[in-house]
């Protein structure tokens, strides 16, 4: 079945340290991939998005997200963490399974330590 | 800010009380959703409006009822709603249901059912 997989629940980082989520997909074509990050009592917010081509995307707020098709991974990273990135984030895949979804991991959630 | 707007922003009703949520975007996109948020989990897709005519429905009980007036608007009628109900729910559209469409969320509706 194809699936989403964030394997950290949350992940703390200092401020003006390096990051990167984890987000491994099962799907047995290439995949539509989605990172969103939702703040505190706020809807989701796309930040990226990979379809085909150059498999490091770049998105909004100085987050980048590379794709490996041998890994099956899609993974976050931002070279250095504000304290307003803390943050929940989530990994999705659209796909059609007999109807248009977006099937969105079980997100991480970012803390950030001055 | 977000171009898709919910309200009320927030909604406490009793179980025997009917409601309505409603949800507003002006950026020409054919496809509405509704999802479901518990704290600490994804969101969970509940109903999918393609071109105002409902395409998906993932078994949500009878107690929901979705509505598509026109291409921007879209409503969930509550009635007899079980404090199980109480959550953030999420309203979405997107260009159209293809998989490599991204999803633009409203900011939410706190819903607490007592």
């Known amino acids: 079945a194809q699936s989403v997989t964030q394997p950290d629940i949350h992940i703390t980082v200092s401020e003006g340290a390096s990051l990167e989520l984890r987000c491994n997909y099962s799907y047995g074509a290439t995949p539509y991939l989605f990172w969103y990050v939702q703040s505190p009592g706020q809807g989701l917010q796309l930040l990226l998005k990979y379809f085909s081509g150059d498999t490091l995307v770049q998105g909004i707020k100085g987050f980048e997200a590379e794709f490996k098709r041998s890994q099956s991974s899609f993974n976050l990273r931002k070279p250095s963490v504000h304290w307003s990135d803390a943050a929940e984030y989530f990994c999705a895949v659209g796909l059609n399974t007999g109807g248009f979804k977006t099937i969105f991991g079980a997100g991480t959630r970012l803390f950030v330590k001055a | 800010d977000t171009e898709v707007t919910q309200t009320p922003k927030h909604l406490v009703m009793g179980m025997t009380n009917k409601k309505s949520l409603k949800c507003e975007q002006h950026m020409g996109h054919r496809a509405m959703y509704w999802y479901k948020q518990k704290a600490k989990k994804p969101p969970e897709l509940m109903f999918v409006?393609?071109?105002?005519?409902?395409?998906i429905n993932e078994s949500v009980p009878s107690r929901f009822s979705p509505e598509c007036p026109n291409s921007s608007l879209l409503n969930l009628h509550l009635h007899a709603l079980q404090p199980e109900d109480s959550a953030l729910y999420l309203c979405a559209s997107s260009q159209d249901m293809r998989e490599n469409s991204p999803l633009h969320f409203g900011n939410g509706t706190r819903l607490t059912v007592t």
């Open positions: 409006y393609s071109y105002e005519k409902l395409s």
